[in-house]
């Protein structure tokens, strides 16, 4: 029996090991495409800002430098809008495959738990418990008496009389000093 509950916690550990590193692969996917997706974002905010001081030098007419600062804040703040579009598509990807995870995961601990019912169940079973028969308390034999000496009751225990109690004296009152 015992070589059965080492051979499942075998199987289980290694099941641990295979999930973790499935976790670790989706998780490594993840980072990876936030990572990619971020040193986009850092190369268009680069890419914008340069265009917009490129635009500050060459201008000498506000009216039309407004216009063309427009236009750029518009074709940039759809760019970014994309990104972040693309953010949240990762995003959810991942949390699919988590999710996929998860289950697969939650279907293996179902399984584990019924097989160790089923273990318990079967032990259990081969092996009835003894109920643990109680022993009875050995008979101590009596120590013999001792000789001891006589004890003494109240009546022959000899009062003292009891003292005298003293009252407290009054010292004498002072007389007051001469002026």
């Known amino acids: 029996m015992q070589a059965e509950l080492i051979s499942s916690f075998s199987g289980y550990s290694k ?4 999930s973790a590193k499935e976790l670790l692969a989706i998780n490594g996917k993840l980072m990876s ?10 190369a268009l905010y680069v890419e914008s ?5 490129g635009l500050m030098g060459s201008m000498d007419n506000p009216a039309e430098f407004l216009s063309k600062e427009t236009s750029l804040i518009e074709e940039y703040s759809t760019r970014f809008a ?7 598509q990762i ?16 279907k ?8 160790a019912q089923s273990s318990v169940t079967t032990m259990v079973e081969a092996k009835p418990v003894k109920a643990p ?8 034999k009596a120590a013999p008496a001792k000789q001891s000496a006589p004890v003494k009751t109240s009546a022959s225990v000899a009062k003292k009389p009891a003292a005298k109690k003293t009252s407290a004296r009054k010292a004498p009152a002072r007389k007051a000093a001469p002026k």
């Open 15 to 18: 099941t641990a090991v295979i």
């Open 33 to 42: 495409k936030l990572l990619d997706s971020q040193i986009s974002l850092a």
């Open 49 to 53: 800002s340069e265009k917009q001081i």
């Open 82 to 88: 994309d990104a972040a579009q693309e953010r949240v």
């Open 91 to 106: 995003v959810k990807e991942s949390s699919e495959e988590l999710k996929t995870w998860v289950e697969n995961g939650m």
């Open 108 to 115: 293996v601990a179902d399984e584990a738990v019924k097989d």
């Open 133 to 140: 028969v109680a022993k009875k308390p050995a008979v101590k």
